[in-house]
């Protein structure tokens, strides 16, 4: 499964990055490929690429804020969560992801 996704909290720090690490590595042990985006104080890090986008099976929200460039996933599922589900239980998340993409 490809999953692209943005993560960004409200200071824009700690749980930004520490979503977008957790994400990666339970997609990652479980055979996904995925990109994560970032945005926060720094500004956006890590943009998708519209081919990555494009390419995806399933968009990941991971946000406490109101991202910007939600209009480029119109034609994606998206699922949104908060960044602290994503830090305490990532795996779970990967498994809905692949529950909801099946």
Do not use: W
């Amino acid at each position: 499964m490809k999953i692209v996704g943005i993560a960004a909290c409200t200071a824009g720090i700690a749980h930004t990055y520490i979503a977008k690490e957790k994400l990666i590595q339970a997609s990652l042990n479980r055979g996904h490929e995925v990109h994560i985006e970032t945005q926060g104080l720094a500004g956006t890090q890590d943009a998708l690429t519209q081919q990555e986008i494009d390419a995806a099976d399933v968009v990941i929200i991971a946000a406490d804020i109101k991202v910007n460039g939600r209009e480029r996933f119109k034609d994606k599922k998206v699922i949104e969560v908060p960044t602290g589900l994503v830090v305490k239980s990532p795996n779970k998340l990967v498994e809905k992801l692949e529950e909801v993409t099946a």
